[in-house]
């Protein structure tokens, strides 16, 4: 199967546009952490509103803090900041603030004395963790599709989390049948929150279409197929991207060449070392050629030996006259032919 067909293909092996996919993953990953420890969202009331003019200075803040705190059930102390309208991030909220939260929620409409112990706001800590690290190693291996999933998982975890955890909390605390003791409470989202959430969405779509579009630009022109036995095509002309005149000499560093049959062509190939074999742009060697695929195979040297390895091309490669199953690598040996598609090259040691 071609590197493009694959749903997974490491980083390091994949086409442009998976890896200007799996780039945009990780920066919308990276968008989804500070999304985490920005200011994001709050509550405010008239109370906090008339009380704002009169705040100016963090000692006055912090007293008002410290009056709220003295008026609150044992156990829900920490939650005055939120009352008195001070921003809070998704991170203090679920580990901090949560579990305090609906502990006071429960006190102050049931009069009874709940575990304020936060196992809530801890596991939905997790999943976004465990969203965030997905996304990351999916982009790994290309499978940017997963990774555009848990980045709207993400997202929409923390959209739930304010709608759910915290705007729907307080909206019961404050609810009241007395008109004389309502509030007009609002729950507003902090600016920060809402750009990188939206950078996060925007830099994951864009990078799911990178991933599609440019991959269709680099497709494989496979007009050909020989897997099902057909032979059209086997006799066409081939020609390499590199024009240059055959070379005379090998360089001494060569471990070994390759020999284009009907061009004469040569190709070192230095001890140490990898090359790619294909018709895409990011083959070491490109061979200008339809029934050969991006990349088609690639054959690496170390300490003087080489090995040859399809890298799943649509119609083959062949050492002498036995094909190759793809991902395993065979020992190529002084004065063999490899054939890929219909492109005969010689190997010399």
Known sequence: ?????????????????????????????????????????SMKSQLSDLLDPLLADDSAYEQMISEV???????????????????????????????????????????????????????????????????????????????????????AEIILIYLLRFRMVFAAIWSTEDPDLALTVSYPIHIALIVTLAAA???????????????DMEMDNDEYNW????????????????????????????AAVLVQLNTGKTFSIRNNSQVILG???????????????????KIVCRNSKCMLEDMGSKNGTFLNEQQLKPGVPVVLSNGVYVTLGNEVLEFKA
């Open 1 to 41: 199967m071609e590197n493009k067909q694959k749903f997974a293909v490491f980083f390091s092996n994949a086409s442009k546009g998976r890896r200007w996919g799996a780039v945009l993953s990780w920066l919308a990953a990276m968008a989804l952490v500070i999304a985490m420890v920005v200011p994001g969202f």
């Open 69 to 155: 705190s003295d008026s609150l059930p044992e156990g829900t102390e920490a939650i005055a900041p939120l009352l008195a309208g001070q921003n809070t991030s998704i991170l203090s909220y679920l580990i901090k603030y949560d579990g305090v939260v609906h502990a006071y929620e429960t006190i102050h409409n049931e009069g009874t004395e709940p575990s304020s112990e936060n196992w809530a706001g801890i596991a939905l800590f997790v999943l976004l963790i465990l969203f965030i690290a997905c996304n990351i190693i999916f982009s790994v291996c290309t499978m940017n599709l997963l990774s555009f999933l848990m980045t709207v998982g993400a997202v």
């Open 201 to 215: 969405a925007i830099l994951q779509i864009v990078g799911l279409v990178l991933h599609y579009s440019l991959q």
């Open 227 to 254: 897997s099902n036995g057909e032979t059209e095509g086997r006799d066409l002309e081939t020609g390499l991207v590199d024009e240059d005149e055959p070379t005379a000499a090998v360089p001494e560093a060569a």
């Open 279 to 297: 018709k895409g742009s990011q083959a070491d060697i490109i061979i200008a050629n339809p029934v050969i695929s991006r990349m088609h195979a």
